[in-house]
C-alpha cells in the first residue's frame, strides 16, 4: 500500500499495518545520503582538561577493544573503530528496513597541544567508554607559589 492509496481511504478504514507499510515504503526511498541525517557513526567523545593532564573519553557501545585502533603521529591523535558484523546466515544477506545504527568503521582525529607529553598517553577500556589520559608536560603544569 503507498501513500495514494491511504489518503483515498477513509480514516476507519486504514489500520496500523497500512501505516507502517507506508512509513517502511518511503525509508526505502530514500536515498542513503537523505538517511545520513538520522544518524551520525561519528565516534562522541567527552574531552576535559585537568591541572596535570587531559583525559578523551570516547563512547564506543558494543565494541570490544581489539576492534579500537589509538595511533599518534606528530601531534594528532587518531583513535580508529574496525567492527565487522557478523551475519548469523551468511547465505541470506539481511534486507533491512531501516537501519539506524551499524558498527561500520569509523574515526576521530584530536589535534594534541603541544603542552601534550606525547610520551606517556595512556588508554584503558571499560563498560563501552575508551579513556585515554594525556600527561601535561612539566613546563606546563600550573604551580603555586607561597607568598612569604
Same mark, same amino acid.
Given at each position: 500500500?503507498? $501513500?495514494?492509496?491511504? =489518503?483515498?481511504?477513509?480514516?476507519? !478504514?486504514?489500520?496500523?499495518?497500512d501505516v507502517v507499510?507506508?512509513?517502511?515504503?518511503?525509508a526505502?526511498t530514500?536515498?542513503?545520503?537523505? +538517511?545520513?541525517?538520522?544518524?551520525?557513526?561519528?565516534?562522541? @567523545? =567527552?574531552?576535559?582538561? #585537568?591541572?596535570?593532564?587531559?583525559t578523551?573519553?570516547a @563512547?564506543? %557501545?558494543?565494541?570490544?577493544?581489539?576492534?579500537?585502533?589509538?595511533?599518534?603521529?606528530? !601531534?594528532?591523535?587518531?583513535?580508529a573503530?574496525? #567492527? =565487522?558484523?557478523?551475519? !548469523?546466515? /551468511?547465505?541470506? %544477506?539481511?534486507n533491512?528496513?531501516? +537501519?539506524?545504527?551499524?558498527?561500520?568503521?569509523? +574515526? +576521530?582525529?584530536?589535534k594534541?597541544?603541544? /603542552?601534550?607529553? $606525547?610520551?606517556?598517553?595512556? @588508554?584503558e577500556?571499560? =563498560?563501552?567508554?575508551?579513556?585515554?589520559?594525556?600527561?601535561?608536560?612539566? /613546563?606546563f603544569? %600550573?604551580?603555586?607559589?607561597?607568598?612569604?
Open positions: 500500500m503507498n $501513500t495514494q492509496t491511504a =489518503n483515498c481511504k477513509s480514516k476507519s !478504514q486504514v489500520t496500523f499495518q507499510d507506508d512509513f517502511f515504503n518511503l526505502s530514500v536515498d542513503k545520503s537523505a +538517511r545520513t541525517q538520522f544518524y551520525d557513526k561519528s565516534i562522541k @567523545a =567527552n574531552v576535559i582538561e #585537568h591541572r596535570d593532564k587531559v578523551i573519553s @563512547a564506543l %557501545p558494543g565494541i570490544k577493544k581489539s576492534d579500537v585502533n589509538i595511533e599518534l603521529k606528530e !601531534q594528532t591523535l587518531t583513535v573503530v574496525k #567492527h =565487522n558484523e557478523v551475519n !548469523q546466515d /551468511a547465505e541470506t %544477506p539481511l533491512y528496513k531501516w +537501519r539506524e545504527f551499524d558498527y561500520a568503521t569509523s +574515526r +576521530r582525529t584530536f594534541l597541544s603541544k /603542552a601534550i607529553d $606525547t610520551t606517556s598517553i595512556n @588508554a577500556m571499560s =563498560n563501552g567508554v575508551l579513556t585515554i589520559s594525556l600527561d601535561k608536560k612539566p /613546563a603544569v %600550573p604551580t603555586t607559589i607561597e607568598i612569604k
